[in-house]
C-alpha cells in the first residue's frame, strides 16, 4: 500500500500543472506510439523501392510490430508490475532508442524487421506503464481523467499531422530519418519520466513469482488472435489455415484459463477481471475497438475505390474521426463529473455502436452520412478511451495497475484485427472481383455496399451485446477499497 493510503492526510497534486514534467513525459511517449505506424506507412513505397521489398515483406514490416507489440503486452505489464512500472518505462525508452538510431544501418527488409520487432518490444514495456504511471500520480478520478485525456490528444495530434509531416520530411531526407526521429523523442521522455516522476514504493509493486507457463500460453494465443483475422483477409473463407489459426487461438485461449485457475500465482488473477470495473471496462473497450476499426477499413476502401477519390482526399475525408476526438477532449471532464465515469462509458459506448449503424445504412447515400457516422464514432470512441481506463485501473489493486493497463490495451488491439477481419472477409465473400481495380462497375460498387452493410450491422450487434454484458452500476468506492485491502 503506498504512503498516500495509508494516511489519507498526505494528498496528491490537486492539478496537472503540478506534476507538468511527467505528463510531457507521458504525452510524449503516446505520441511516439501513435507516430510510428503513421510515419512508417507513409514512406512504405519508399521503403520498397530502396531495399527492394516484396509486398510481403512490406507488409511483415507493420504487422510483425502490431503482433510483436500486441501478443507481449500482458506479460510486460505483469513484469512492470513486479519490477517496477518506472523502471521498465526506462528500460523500453532505452531500447527504443537503440532501435530507432539502428535503423540508419538497414540494408535489407528482414534487418528493418527486425528493428521493428525491437520497436515492438520496448512499446510494449511503455504502452502499459504510460497509463499505470498517469493514473498513480493522482487521487482524484477527475483528475486522472483530465490527464489521461491531455497524453492521449497529444498522440492524437500526432495522427494527424503525422502523415503531412512524414510526406514532406520524404522530400528532402532518406526514408530512415522518419524512424530516427523516435529517439530524440524516447530521450525526452525518459528525462522527464526519471526526474518528474517518483520510483514505484516495494508497497506498491508485488513479489509473486512470474507465471512463466502462462504468460507463454498467453502470448502464444494473442499472436494467432491477431494473425488469424489478417490470414481471413487475405485467404478467404474456403482457405484451411485461417480455420486453423483461429482454432489454435481458441485451443490455447481455454488451456490459458486452465493455467491461470490453477497456478499458484497465475499471470492474471481471473477473479480480478470479473470485478464490474474492470469487466465493464473492458466490455466497451472491445466494442469500440470492434466498430471503428471496421469503419476506418471499410470507409478507405469506399471512398477511393468505390467513389473515385484520390488518397490524399480520401485522407482529408477520414479527418472527422481524429478531429473530433481533439476537439472533444476538453469536455470529457464535464462529462464524467456529470454522469462519473461507468455512465460516461455506457454513454460513449452508445455513440460508436450508433455511428456504426448510421454508416452501414445510410453511408451508400453520401459522405454527409459517412462524415455524422465518422463524428458519432470517434467523439464516443475519445469518452471510451479514458472513462474505461480510468475504470479499470480504479477496480484493481494498486500492485496490478501494468497488467490492468495491459488488458485494455489488448482488449483494444485483439478486437481491432477482429473488426477489421469481419469487414474484409464480407466484403471478399460478396465482392466478385478483383477489390483493388481502378474502376468498379455498378454492380461491384452496389456487392461492396451490401458487404458494409452487413458487416456493419453485424458488428453493431456483437459490439451491443458486449455493452448490454457489462456489469451495471459498478461501486467504484467499494471495488476501490477491496483492492486497498489487498495490497
Known amino acids: 500500500m503506498s504512503e498516500r493510503t495509508m494516511n489519507p492526510s498526505i494528498r496528491g497534486p490537486r492539478s496537472l500543472r503540478a506534476v507538468w514534467p511527467a505528463l510531457v513525459g507521458l504525452s510524449a511517449v503516446f505520441l511516439v506510439e501513435m507516430l510510428d505506424n503513421t510515419l512508417l506507412n507513409v514512406a512504405l513505397p519508399t521503403i520498397g523501392r530502396d531495399l527492394h521489398a516484396s509486398s510481403t515483406a512490406l507488409q511483415w514490416v507493420t504487422g510483425a510490430y ?22 521498465v518505462m526506462l528500460i523500453g525508452l532505452m531500447l527504443l532508442t537503440l532501435a530507432s538510431l539502428g535503423t540508419v544501418f538497414v540494408q535489407t527488409p528482414v534487418e528493418l524487421i527486425a528493428v521493428r520487432v525491437l520497436m515492438a518490444i520496448a512499446a510494449a514495456m511503455t504502452a502499459p506503464g504510460s497509463m499505470a504511471l498517469s493514473f498513480r500520480l493522482f487521487d482524484d478520478d477527475a483528475l486522472r481523467a483530465r490527464a489521461i485525456a491531455v497524453i492521449t490528444t497529444v498522440g492524437l495530434l500526432g495522427v494527424v499531422v503525422g502523415p503531412t509531416v512524414g510526406g514532406l520530411l520524404l522530400a528532402v531526407v532518406p526514408w530512415q530519418a522518419l524512424l530516427v526521429i523516435n529517439a530524440p523523442i524516447a530521450v525526452l521522455s525518459a528525462f522527464t519520466i526519471r526526474f518528474g516522476i517518483a520510483a514505484d514504493t516495494p508497497t506498491e509493486l508485488h513479489r509473486d513469482p512470474i507465471d512463466l507457463a502462462g504468460a507463454l500460453l498467453g502470448t502464444l494465443t494473442i499472436v494467432l488472435a491477431l494473425v488469424s483475422p489478417t490470414v481471413f483477409v487475405q485467404q478467404g473463407l474456403t482457405s484451411g489455415l485461417p480455420w486453423a489459426c483461429t482454432a489454435g487461438a481458441l485451443t490455447l485461449c481455454a488451456c490459458f484459463v486452465m493455467r491461470e485457475r490453477t497456478a499458484r500465482h497465475p499471470l492474471i488473477d481471473l477473479g480480478l477481471i470479473t470485478r464490474p470495473l474492470v469487466a465493464s471496462g473492458l466490455a466497451y473497450q472491445g466494442a469500440t475497438g470492434l466498430a471503428t476499426a471496421s469503419v476506418s477499413y471499410t470507409v478507405t476502401l469506399q471512398l477511393q475505390l468505390a467513389w473515385g477519390w484520390s488518397p490524399a482526399l480520401a485522407a482529408v475525408g477520414m479527418f472527422p474521426l481524429v478531429l473530433t476526438m481533439i476537439a472533444i477532449g476538453p469536455f470529457v471532464e464535464r462529462i464524467v463529473n456529470r454522469l462519473g465515469t461507468s455512465r460516461s ?66 482488449a483494444q488491439e485483439v478486437s481491432n484485427a477482429i473488426g477489421i477481419a469481419v469487414a474484409g472477409t464480407v466484403v471478399a465473400v460478396l465482392f466478385a472481383g478483383n477489390l483493388t481495380d481502378v474502376a468498379w462497375t455498378a454492380g461491384q460498387i452496389t456487392q461492396f455496399e451490401n458487404a458494409v452493410t452487413i458487416a456493419s450491422v453485424c458488428l453493431a450487434a456483437v459490439a451491443a451485446l458486449l455493452v448490454l454484458a457489462a456489469p451495471r452500476r459498478p461501486r467504484a468506492a467499494d471495488e476501490i477499497a477491496a483492492a486497498a485491502a489487498e495490497v
Open 66 to 87: 502490431a503482433v510483436v507489440f500486441g501478443s507481449l503486452m500482458l506479460f510486460l505489464g505483469a513484469i512492470a508490475d513486479r519490477f517496477g512500472r518506472r523502471r
Open 345 to 410: 462509458s455506457s454513454l460513449g459506448a452508445t455513440a460508436v455502436i450508433s455511428g456504426l449503424v448510421a454508416y452501414g445504412l445510410l453511408g451508400r447515400f453520401g459522405y454527409a452520412w459517412i462524415a455524422l457516422a465518422l463524428v458519432l464514432i470517434s467523439a464516443g470512441m475519445r469518452v471510451v478511451m479514458i472513462t474505461a481506463a480510468v475504470n479499470i485501473m480504479s477496480g484493481l489493486p494498486q500492485d496490478r495497475t501494468s497488467i490492468g493497463a495491459a488488458l485494455s490495451d489488448t
